[in-house]
């Protein structure tokens, strides 16, 4: 059975790969640094046969955006500046990757989303695709950009709440 923990000495950091050089540094040298000093927070899938194998991972922090980088018909509707729950990282392993992992990871992230609105203010969920690639994976979530910052992508909580 798998599960989704917050990051720890226990699991094997070292062990994972997703491809991505950059995410895989991240979760080696610095996730945990984040974790003690309140910056973030990153969570892993593991299943109970190895506690210790990361399968996936994603990092949330909270973060303030522009209302010029969400798209115009959110973006009439709120101040100049707006708070949001940012979605920082995401990898899978190489070997569960085309698996279904990423989504069950991004689902994780949405209702976490709407937990953490609950207790603080927040009006969605942004993430900065680190390519275009990236950013149509997120689309078929429901995450929109706009013109003049295509890698900002953002999904309201309405969306999420649905």
């Not at 899938?45 to 991972?57: R, Y």
Request: aromatic share 10%.
């Amino acid at each position: 059975m798998k599960r989704i923990e917050l990051l720890s000495k226990t699991h094997d950091r070292k062990g994972f790969d997703c491809g991505e050089a950059a995410l895989n540094q991240f979760l080696v040298r610095t996730a945990r640094q984040h974790i003690q000093k309140g910056l973030s927070r990153t969570f892993v899938l593991v299943d109970n046969e190895q506690p210790s194998v990361i399968i996936g991972f994603f990092t949330l922090s909270l973060c303030e955006v522009r209302v010029e980088c969400i798209p115009p018909r959110w973006a009439k509707k709120y101040p100049s500046i707006v708070p949001g729950v940012k979605l920082a990282r995401l990898g899978v392993s190489l070997d569960w990757q085309r698996q279904g992992i990423g989504g069950i990871l991004l689902v994780e992230v949405m209702q976490r989303a709407l937990v953490i609105a609950e207790n603080a203010g927040v009006i969605g969920l942004f993430v900065d695709a680190k390519d275009f690639s990236a950013k149509a994976y997120y689309e078929r979530y429901g995450f929109e950009g706009t013109k003049e910052r295509p890698l900002l992508l953002f999904l309201p909580l309405s969306s999420i709440s649905k």
